[in-house]
């Protein structure tokens, strides 16, 4: 990471030190930082020289943290841990059901306005099925796409919408729909969620949306195009 002196400067303003205007400089006590000469200066540009190093060498391990996990992200991850990573860009969606999961599924095996499916994310080139987290059950609906609102097409591959399944009351699963309503239920507390509107909420004590999964379609494929538009998991807390 390139670290500019602007940067330092910058982080080095979040807690300047002291203005002495015409004072006496030699109070140390004071906190004293102005551009003095002699002893009290020296100290004070010591100080500088100290706080200067201490950001470089911080901002250096942030740097080599990052790039570890870079490595760690691409290479050194064991099948379990894959398993557990969450959807990534490029994966494509597979049935949750061990008795029919394998196929990456396609647009056309959604019927427009039918009932959700419970689905789990497949890396496209190994195979690997990533259902080593329970947050990686997903809603998979399609809708016309005239029936979605514009924050939902945004997330919608051609009509195909995908939400975690996990609920944001209590963490229970949301596996109902109420054709009627046309919305998500969640059996433990009676939440509903619409998927046409973004998995709002429009019922029960759910504190925020389902988190939606961008989608896209690639020959016909449904592949997921970005990371879950926020915290999956319950509770209020977005990020
Ligand atoms: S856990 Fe879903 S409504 Fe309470």
């Known amino acids: 990471m390139a670290i500019t002196q602007d940067q330092i400067q910058e ?5 300047p030190l002291k203005d002495c205007g015409t004072g006496d400089c030699s109070d140390e006590a004071s906190g004293c930082g102005c551009s003095e000469t002699g ?3 020296t100290r004070a540009e010591s100080r500088r020289t100290v706080v ?4 470089l060498a911080a901002f250096a391990f942030k740097g080599l943290v990052s790039a570890r996990s870079a490595v760690a992200d691409s290479a050194d991850l064991s099948e379990e841990e894959e398993k557990k990573l969450p959807p990534q860009v490029g994966d494509r ?11 990456f599924l396609k647009l056309d095996d959604l019927e427009a306005g039918g ?6 994310p497949i890396d496209r080139e190994s195979g690997l099925i990533r259902d080593g987290s329970r947050n990686n059950q997903i809603l998979l609906q399609r809708f016309d796409v005239s029936e979605l609102e514009a924050n939902t097409l945004a997330n919608s591959g051609e009509g195909a919408v995908a939400y975690s399944a996990v609920c944001t009351h209590n963490g229970c699963p949301v596996t109902a729909w109420d ?4 919305t998500y239920m969640c059996p433990c507390h009676q939440s509903q969620f619409d998927p046409k ?14 988190p939606a999964l961008p989608l896209g379609v690639e020959n016909g494929e449904i592949v997921v195009v970005g990371e879950f538009t926020s915290r999956v998991g319950h509770g209020r807390k977005t990020g």
């Open 11 to 15: 982080v080095s303003l979040i807690k």
């Open 39 to 41: 002893d009290a200066g």
């Open 115 to 120: 009932k959700q499916l419970v689905v789990v």
């Open 93 to 103: 969606l597979t049935y949750f059901s061990r008795r029919k999961r394998g196929p």
């Open 197 to 210: 509107n973004a998995a709002s909420v429009v019922h029960g004590p759910a504190p925020r949306k389902l």
């Open 52 to 55: 200067k190093s201490f950001l």
């Open 179 to 182: 054709r009627n309503a046309q």
